[in-house]
């Protein structure tokens, strides 16, 4: 494949991608003048990288660690590596992470991996090393999910995703179809896309405003193969776009978005429910997932692809059988309207409603930035090593909510906004 100056594909236009930097300091961290950043990334996605270090040193960044990770070292691990070694993680990495957090780092991690690097390696080690990894990440982590810093995730089209989302198209034209999409669904593919966020993030707050209004004890959600009840947590808080982190600054975490999302009660769901998309989770894909709820907790669960790992995730930890996130898409959002599957949670999730498994976001509760863990806990709010998104949204799921006298209110038809 022919290359640009800079290691860019020319099958990537250049102009676009160096917006999506920009887009990723100035709308997705708002980095404030003398803000350190802690930057995590794929090699494959260097050309970005790069271009996000420039925008963050020209928005007055104090300094930029890049820790970077490589798909064919990953590999090796695994082809090559003692069998005790899969119970380990790098922990002091996460606690010098946390410790940056709690110095007030920014966090930015630009995602663009083979959805499918492990597929063909040991699920027993493959989920150990991912258990291992989750509980050493959870001091990082907690400062994410707690919003305590301003964070954002965005993509690169990598190669190895490009050939999964398209398998027909030679190399090239697989790359510059994934780029395109990438670009239309971070809205740098416009003009002014600073301007465009800024319109849709206000969308977004409007969708916010309409549920807290109702303050709902429930969302109940029908169609083929689910029935399922969401509990909502006491003093549950809707969120979606920019919000405020605890350090003050307001950020757009996921580029892109187009969810609006809270926290449900952790013992407070009831029935069985499929997903509507494959579910990429640490290279390992897992399709048609269908889980039964009873008292909060999943007891019942089966895939037709990935079961093992799915199995094995649940056994994490006791909160990972519990909910964590319930988020609410349009199926007429542009990512669903692509057509296209990304394999990639941070696109797929922003096509579909969703649910997550395992730990809650303490910013969705009215004043959670002032509450304990315990106060959290008693609210219904869930905590686990893990946070995973997985997509029970289409254009046959009817959505109500319910009132806590019972009273039901239309929330989606068909997919729809009703």
Known sequence: MTTHSRGVSA??????????????????LQLQPGQDLVLTSSIAALPLTRRIVEHAYKAGAGLVTPIFNDDEMTLARYRFGADA????????LYEGMA??????AARLAVRGEDPSLLSAQDPAKVARANKANSMAYQPALEKITGFDINWNIVAYPDLAWARQVFPSDADDVAVAKLADAIFAASRVDVEDPIGNWKAHNAALRGRTEWLNGHNFHALHFTGPGTD??????????????????????????NIPTEEVFTTPHARRVEGHVSSTKPLSYQGTLIDEISVRFEEGRIVEAKASKGEDVLKKVLDTDEGARRLGEVALVPHS??????????????????AACHIALGQCYSKCFVNGASLSQDEIAARGGNKSFIHIDWMIGSDKIDID??????????VMRKGEWA
């Open 401 to 410: 909510g319910v009132h806590k006298d019972g009273a039901r209110v239309p």
């Open 228 to 253: 399922l009840t969401v509990g909502l947590a006491d003093g549950h808080e809707w969120m979606g776009g920019a919000s405020t982190a605890k350090n003050g600054i307001t950020c757009n975490p």
């Open 11 to 28: 099958s990537i236009d250049p102009v676009k991608l160096d917006r999506l930097a920009e887009v990723a300091i100035k709308v997705g």
């Open 99 to 104: 410790k940056a957090f709690a110095n007030n």
């Open 85 to 92: 070694g899969f119970d380990r993680a790098a922990g002091w």
């Open 333 to 350: 959002s542009p990512i669903s309207a692509s057509g296209l599957l990304f394999f990639n949670t941070l696109f797929d999730e922003n």
